[in-house]
């Protein structure tokens, strides 16, 4: 019995350490691509998202959005960086999926954020490149 606890133990502590190491890998559903940005290059979206941004989002996502805010430090999975290829090659809709529907520790923007809003957002994210 005890070398049983003592196993038991032994396997939460190695799977505590993987997920603690893991690399996030958020994806969007395929039909989210379909969604097109209707602010996509547009000026002016970009910088009424980039004012949102630094109210919303810079705590965790960083002033440059490199996911290295202030609060980041304490997250498990890091924040994404913004200005990382991997980041950068999804497609606006599934950038917008994601700040729609959340993963924890990110909130969900559905309520607290309009639809043009949400889009303003994705145009700021994607001209950081
Ligand atoms: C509490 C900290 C926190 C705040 C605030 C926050 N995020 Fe995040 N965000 C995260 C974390 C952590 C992840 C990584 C989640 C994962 O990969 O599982 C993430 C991931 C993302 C992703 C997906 C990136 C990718 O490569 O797939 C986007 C887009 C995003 N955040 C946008 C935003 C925007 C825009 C705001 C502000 C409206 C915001 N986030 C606010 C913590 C935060």
């Known amino acids: ?3 049983l606890s003592k196993i038991l133990i032994t396997i939460s502590l190695f799977i505590g350490f993987l997920s603690a190491n893991a690399q996030s890998t958020w994806v969007a559903p395929k039909s989210a691509d379909a ?3 209707p602010l996509k290059n547009d000026l002016t979206a970009i910088k009424k998202g980039k004012t949102i941004y630094q109210q919303l989002c810079a705590v965790c996502h ?3 959005g490199k996911g290295d805010g202030l ?3 304490s997250l498990n999975p890091k924040p994404a960086n913004f200005l990382s290829e991997k980041f950068q090659k999804q497609t606006d809709g599934a950038v917008f999926w994601k700040l729609t529907e959340g993963k924890a520790p990110m909130a969900s923007y559905k309520e607290s954020l309009s639809v ?3 889009w303003q957002l994705v145009s700021y994210l994607k001209s950081l490149k």
């Open 35 to 37: 969604i097109t940005n």
């Open 62 to 64: 960083g002033d440059k």
């Open 1 to 3: 019995m005890k070398s």
């Open 116 to 118: 043009s809003q949400r």
């Open 71 to 73: 609060a980041s430090a």
